[in-house]
Nanobody, 124 residues
Framework: QVQLVESGGGSVQAGGSLRLSCAAS????????MGWFRQAPGKEREWVSS???????SYPDSVKGRFTVSKDNAKNTLYLQMNNLKPEDTAMYYC??????????????????WGQGTQVTVSS
């Protein structure tokens, strides 16, 4: 069955860095757009980044220039490098997958598969 397993979360001070990983299995990784989302308590799930099958990446303005999404197709693994972290980045971070023909947008409902999440906490 399909599994997405995130890791790499933790607690850091503002200005610090973390690298999240998402190990995928049970489907053809290279045929899927991959995304990162986050959700803070009491807030809606927010799109953080996406990477197309071609490797083209997208980010919202809130993380652009600080976060970098990448993937290793040989390892079926998605990454999110987060630099210059801010307290407002504190949230549960999820990776998600959707078939390439659906598109690779920022809408969470378009993603079929989700991981269980990894917590990121940034203190000031």
């Amino acid at each position: 069955q399909v599994q997405l397993v995130e890791s790499g979360g933790g607690s850091v001070q503002a200005g610090g860095s973390l690298r999240l990983s998402c190990a995928a299995s049970g489907y053809t990784f290279i045929n899927y757009c991959m995304g990162w989302f986050r959700q803070a308590p009491g807030k809606e799930r927010e799109w953080v980044s996406s990477i197309r099958t071609t490797g083209i990446t997208s980010y919202p303005d809130s993380v652009k220039g600080r976060f970098t999404v990448s993937k290793d197709n040989a390892k079926n693994t998605l990454y999110l490098q987060m630099n210059n972290l801010k307290p407002e980045d504190t949230a549960m971070y999820y990776c998600a997958a959707t078939p390439w023909w659906v598109g690779c947008r920022e809408t969470a409902t378009e993603y079929n598969y989700w991981g269980q999440g990894t917590q990121v906490t940034v203190s000031s």
